[in-house]
C-alpha cells in the first residue's frame, strides 16, 4: 500500500496489479456528516410527533429517550453495514467506507468507527475528526484510523467513450502507412495521452482555450513527422491532432 | 509503444460487462452464495480484467479506461479476498454470554490496569475528604451529595410515599442512555494513547472515594453500601469494562515491546474492543433498571440487609460469569 497526500491510495494486489483508490476529503466527508445529522434529526421528530402526545406515559417517554439514543449512535453502524460501508450522505456525495487494503468491511471495523465519532466530534462540528483529516496520510478520522479504514470516491466505473475518436471517419494520413508508422514510433506515450485526452475533452474546452491547444499540438506533432501536403491539406488542426490520435491508437490493417 | 485500443476494447468489452454484472449482482444481495461454477468466472473474470489494467498502463496512457478498470479490479479485489466468516446474522445470546467473557478474559491486563487507576481515584478522593473537608464542594459531581450524609440518611428514611411513581421508567432510561454513552466514551478516549480513558477513570474513582468516605466517616455505611451495591456492582465494573477497552485501544497504538506495525494491531483488537464495549453497554441496561426500580428504595421500605446482599449476590454471579462463561464453547 502507497499513498501520499495526493487525494489516492495506490494498492498492489497479490497478482502485483496496482490499482488505486480516490479518497474522499475533509470537506465532502462534513457535507456528508451534515445531511446523516439531518437524517437522524428528521427521524427523530417524526418519532416524536408520532408518540409525543403520549409521552405522559412513563412506558412511552422511556421509549422515546432510548429510541433517539439508538439512533444516533445506531444510525452510522446500522447503515454502512447494510449499505456496504454506505450512509444516506454518502450514498448521495458518492462516498463510501472502505478497508485500509480495499478488503470487505468487517462489522468491528464500522462499529469502533463509528463509536469514535464521541472523540472526532469534539469539541463542535467534527472539529478533531477534521482536524484529524486533515493531517493524516490517507484522509482519515480518527475513529477510521482506529478502525483501519479510509473513506473513499465511489465512483461508479463507466466504460469510456471512445467512439468520438475511434469511429469510421475518413483518416487521410492513414493513406501513407510508412509515416504512420514513423509517427507511432517517435511519439513518446505522455504526448499520445495528451493527444487521446484533449479529443476526449475537447467539448469542456473554453474555445479560445480549444483552438490555442489543438494548434499547439498539430504543430508538436508536425514537427515530428512531415506528412505530404495533399494529405493535411484543409485540415484543422484539431482534425490534425484527431488524425494523429487515431493513428497512435487504432492501428488499421 | 502504443497497444491497438480499438481491438483491445472490442476483444475485452464484453469481459467488463460480464463482471460488471456479476460486481451489480453481489452488490445488490450480499448474502446470497454464488454457485462454484459462478465463482470460478468471477475470478477468472478478476484476473483477465487485471491482465487489462496490467496492459493499459504498460502500453497506453489513456486515463479514463485506466480508471474504468481500476474501479472494475478493486471491486472485484475486494469480493475475492472477503473474509470466509463474514456474515450478517448474528446470535446476541451466544455473543453475550460466550464472545464476551471469553474477550474479556483474553484481556484481562487492561482490565487489572482500568481496576488499579480507579482504585487510585478512590484513594485520592477519600484522602482529598479527609485531609480537606472544604474540597467536597469540588469534588461532587451534584449538589444532592453536598448535604451532610446523615440528613440525607434521615431524609429519606423518613419518606412515606413513593417519589418516583410513574417516573421510575423514564429515570431507568435516562440512566441507561446517559452511563451507556460515558462508557462509549471511555473507551473512544482511548485513541487519546489512553490519557482520556485515564483520566475518566481517575475522576470516577475520585468521585467513588469521595462519597464512600463521606458516608463512611458519617457512619453511615449501612445506608451507603445498600444504595450502591444493587446497582453499582454491575455498573462500575461495566464502566471498568468499558475503561478496558479504552486501554486495550490505546495500548494497541503504543505498541510498546510488540513488532507488529500499528495497523496489524488495530486489526487485532478490533473484534475484542467492539465486543467489551457492547457487552458493557448490555450490563449498564441491567444496572439502569435496578437504579430506577430497587436502590432508589431505602430502609424501612427494603431493609438494608437485603438490598446488600441482592448487590453481593450479583457480584458474586457477575464474577463466576466473567470467570467461567464461555469456557467450553
Same mark, same amino acid.
Given at each position: 500500500?502507497?499513498?501520499?497526500?495526493?487525494?489516492?491510495?495506490?494498492?498492489?494486489?497479490?497478482?502485483?496489479?496496482?490499482?488505486?483508490?480516490? #479518497?474522499? +476529503?475533509?470537506? $465532502?466527508? =462534513?457535507?456528508?456528516?451534515?445531511?446523516?445529522? &439531518?437524517?437522524?434529526?428528521? /427521524? @427523530?421528530?417524526?418519532?416524536?410527533?408520532?408518540?409525543?402526545?403520549?409521552?405522559?406515559?412513563?412506558?412511552?417517554?422511556?421509549?422515546?429517550?432510548?429510541?433517539?439514543?439508538?439512533?444516533?449512535?445506531?444510525?452510522?453502524?446500522?447503515?454502512?453495514?447494510?449499505?456496504?460501508?454506505?450512509?444516506?450522505?454518502?450514498?448521495?456525495?458518492?462516498?463510501?467506507?472502505?478497508?485500509?487494503?480495499?478488503?470487505?468491511?468487517?462489522?468491528?471495523?464500522?462499529?469502533?468507527?463509528?463509536?469514535?465519532?464521541?472523540?472526532?466530534?469534539?469539541?463542535?462540528?467534527? #472539529?478533531? +475528526?477534521?482536524? $484529524?483529516? =486533515?493531517?493524516?496520510?490517507?484522509?482519515?478520522? &480518527?475513529?477510521?484510523?482506529? /478502525? @483501519?479504514?479510509?473513506?473513499?470516491?465511489?465512483?461508479?466505473?463507466?466504460?469510456?467513450?471512445?467512439?468520438?475518436?475511434?469511429?469510421?471517419?475518413?483518416?487521410?494520413?492513414?493513406?501513407?502507412?510508412?509515416l504512420a508508422a514513423r509517427l507511432r514510433q517517435r511519439v513518446p506515450p505522455a504526448a499520445s495521452t495528451i493527444a487521446l485526452e484533449a479529443m476526449l475533452r475537447r467539448d469542456s474546452f473554453e474555445p479560445r482555450a480549444r483552438v490555442e491547444l489543438f494548434a499547439e499540438l498539430a504543430g508538436y506533432f508536425k514537427s515530428l513527422v512531415e506528412f505530404p501536403p495533399e494529405a493535411t491539406e484543409q485540415l484543422s488542426d484539431e482534425q490534425y491532432v484527431r488524425n494523429v490520435a487515431e493513428i497512435l491508437f487504432a492501428k488499421r490493417g | 509503444m502504443i497497444i491497438d485500443l480499438e481491438r483491445f476494447v472490442a476483444e475485452e468489452r464484453t469481459h467488463w460487462d460480464r463482471l460488471e454484472k456479476m460486481l451489480d449482482f453481489m452488490e445488490r444481495d450480499p448474502e446470497r452464495k454464488l454457485p462454484l461454477r459462478d465463482v470460478l468466472a468471477f475470478h477468472e473474470l478478476y484476473q483477465r480484467c487485471s491482465a487489462d489494467l496490467a496492459k493499459i498502463a504498460t502500453f497506453s496512457g489513456e486515463p479514463e479506461m485506466r480508471r474504468y478498470l481500476e474501479g472494475l479490479v478493486a471491486s472485484a479485489y475486494s469480493?475475492?479476498?472477503?473474509?470466509?466468516?463474514?456474515?450478517?446474522?448474528?446470535?446476541?445470546?451466544?455473543?453475550?454470554?460466550?464472545?464476551?467473557?471469553?474477550?474479556?478474559?483474553?484481556?484481562?491486563?487492561?482490565?487489572?490496569?482500568?481496576?488499579?487507576?480507579?482504585?487510585?481515584?478512590?484513594?485520592?478522593?477519600?484522602?482529598?475528604?479527609?485531609?480537606?473537608?472544604?474540597?467536597?464542594?469540588?469534588?461532587?459531581?451534584?449538589?444532592?451529595?453536598?448535604?451532610?450524609?446523615?440528613?440525607?440518611?434521615?431524609?429519606?428514611?423518613?419518606?412515606?410515599?413513593?417519589?418516583?411513581?410513574?417516573?421510575?421508567?423514564?429515570?431507568?432510561?435516562?440512566?441507561?442512555?446517559?452511563?451507556?454513552?460515558?462508557?462509549?466514551?471511555?473507551?473512544?478516549?482511548?485513541?487519546?494513547?489512553?490519557?482520556?480513558?485515564?483520566?475518566?477513570?481517575?475522576?470516577?474513582?475520585?468521585?467513588?472515594?469521595?462519597?464512600?468516605?463521606?458516608?463512611?466517616?458519617?457512619?453511615?455505611?449501612?445506608?451507603?453500601?445498600?444504595?450502591?451495591?444493587?446497582?453499582?456492582?454491575?455498573?462500575?465494573?461495566?464502566?471498568?469494562?468499558?475503561?478496558?477497552?479504552?486501554?486495550?485501544?490505546?495500548?494497541?497504538?503504543?505498541?510498546?515491546?510488540?513488532?507488529?506495525?500499528?495497523?496489524?494491531?488495530?486489526?487485532?483488537?478490533?473484534?475484542?474492543?467492539?465486543?467489551?464495549?457492547?457487552?458493557?453497554?448490555?450490563?449498564?441496561?441491567?444496572?439502569?433498571?435496578?437504579?430506577?426500580?430497587?436502590?432508589?428504595?431505602?430502609?424501612?421500605?427494603?431493609?438494608?440487609?437485603?438490598?446488600?446482599?441482592?448487590?453481593?449476590?450479583?457480584?458474586?454471579?457477575?464474577?463466576?460469569?466473567?470467570?467461567?462463561?464461555?469456557?467450553?464453547?
Amino acid at each position: 500500500m502507497t499513498g501520499s497526500k495526493t487525494g489516492t491510495l495506490a494498492l498492489r494486489t497479490p497478482e502485483g496489479i496496482v490499482f488505486s483508490l480516490p #479518497l474522499a +476529503g475533509p470537506a $465532502s466527508r =462534513f457535507m456528508a456528516v451534515s445531511i446523516d445529522m &439531518l437524517c437522524i434529526f428528521g /427521524a @427523530s421528530a417524526v418519532i416524536d410527533r408520532l408518540f409525543g402526545a403520549l409521552s405522559f406515559l412513563g412506558a412511552v417517554q422511556a421509549l422515546l429517550v432510548i429510541v433517539y439514543f439508538v439512533l444516533s449512535v445506531g444510525y452510522g453502524i446500522v447503515t454502512e453495514w447494510f449499505w456496504r460501508g454506505q450512509t444516506i450522505g454518502k450514498r448521495l456525495l458518492g462516498l463510501r467506507v472502505m478497508d485500509e487494503h480495499a478488503l470487505h468491511l468487517e462489522f468491528s471495523q464500522i462499529a469502533v468507527r463509528n463509536l469514535l465519532r464521541f472523540v472526532d466530534a469534539l469539541p463542535l462540528f467534527y #472539529l478533531v +475528526g477534521g482536524v $484529524s483529516c =486533515f493531517f493524516s496520510r490517507y484522509s482519515q478520522r &480518527l475513529g477510521d484510523l482506529a /478502525a @483501519s479504514t479510509i473513506v473513499v470516491r465511489d465512483v461508479k466505473p463507466s466504460q469510456p467513450d471512445l467512439n468520438q475518436l475511434l469511429g469510421a471517419r475518413y483518416n487521410s494520413m492513414l493513406e501513407h502507412r510508412h509515416l504512420a508508422a514513423r509517427l507511432r514510433q517517435r511519439v513518446p506515450p505522455a504526448a499520445s495521452t495528451i493527444a487521446l485526452e484533449a479529443m476526449l475533452r475537447r467539448d469542456s474546452f473554453e474555445p479560445r482555450a480549444r483552438v490555442e491547444l489543438f494548434a499547439e499540438l498539430a504543430g508538436y506533432f508536425k514537427s515530428l513527422v512531415e506528412f505530404p501536403p495533399e494529405a493535411t491539406e484543409q485540415l484543422s488542426d484539431e482534425q490534425y491532432v484527431r488524425n494523429v490520435a487515431e493513428i497512435l491508437f487504432a492501428k488499421r490493417g | 509503444m502504443i497497444i491497438d485500443l480499438e481491438r483491445f476494447v472490442a476483444e475485452e468489452r464484453t469481459h467488463w460487462d460480464r463482471l460488471e454484472k456479476m460486481l451489480d449482482f453481489m452488490e445488490r444481495d450480499p448474502e446470497r452464495k454464488l454457485p462454484l461454477r459462478d465463482v470460478l468466472a468471477f475470478h477468472e473474470l478478476y484476473q483477465r480484467c487485471s491482465a487489462d489494467l496490467a496492459k493499459i498502463a504498460t502500453f497506453s496512457g489513456e486515463p479514463e479506461m485506466r480508471r474504468y478498470l481500476e474501479g472494475l479490479v478493486a471491486s472485484a479485489y475486494s469480493e475475492i479476498h472477503a473474509s470466509a466468516r463474514q456474515g450478517r446474522k448474528l446470535n446476541l445470546w451466544r455473543w453475550f454470554t460466550q464472545s464476551f467473557p471469553r474477550a474479556f478474559r483474553k484481556r484481562i491486563r487492561a482490565f487489572w490496569l482500568a481496576v488499579a487507576l480507579t482504585i487510585a481515584g478512590v484513594a485520592f478522593g477519600a484522602a482529598a475528604l479527609k485531609f480537606d473537608p472544604d474540597s467536597k464542594r469540588d469534588i461532587m459531581p451534584f449538589q444532592g451529595l453536598n448535604e451532610d450524609p446523615a440528613d440525607r440518611v434521615h431524609h429519606e428514611e423518613s419518606v412515606s410515599k413513593d417519589r418516583l411513581a410513574g417516573e421510575k421508567t423514564p429515570f431507568a432510561a435516562m440512566l441507561m442512555t446517559h452511563n451507556t454513552k460515558v462508557t462509549f466514551f471511555t473507551m473512544a478516549l482511548g485513541i487519546t494513547w489512553g490519557v482520556g480513558t485515564t483520566m475518566v477513570l481517575f475522576y470516577n474513582g475520585v468521585i467513588l472515594g469521595a462519597v464512600g468516605f463521606d458516608y463512611i466517616h458519617a457512619g453511615q455505611s449501612p445506608f451507603l453500601f445498600g444504595w450502591l451495591l444493587p446497582h453499582g456492582a454491575v455498573e462500575i465494573p461495566a464502566i471498568l469494562v468499558g475503561g478496558q477497552a479504552g486501554l486495550l485501544l490505546a495500548s494497541a497504538l503504543i505498541g510498546w515491546r510488540s513488532r507488529e506495525t500499528r495497523r496489524m494491531r488495530l486489526r487485532g483488537i478490533l473484534p475484542d474492543l467492539m465486543t467489551l464495549v457492547f457487552g458493557a453497554a448490555i450490563m449498564l441496561i441491567w444496572a439502569g433498571i435496578i437504579e430506577a426500580f430497587f436502590s432508589q428504595y431505602h430502609a424501612p421500605v427494603i431493609p438494608y440487609s437485603v438490598k446488600i446482599a441482592f448487590g453481593l449476590t450479583e457480584m458474586a454471579a457477575l464474577t463466576l460469569f466473567f470467570a467461567r462463561a464461555g469456557r467450553n464453547a
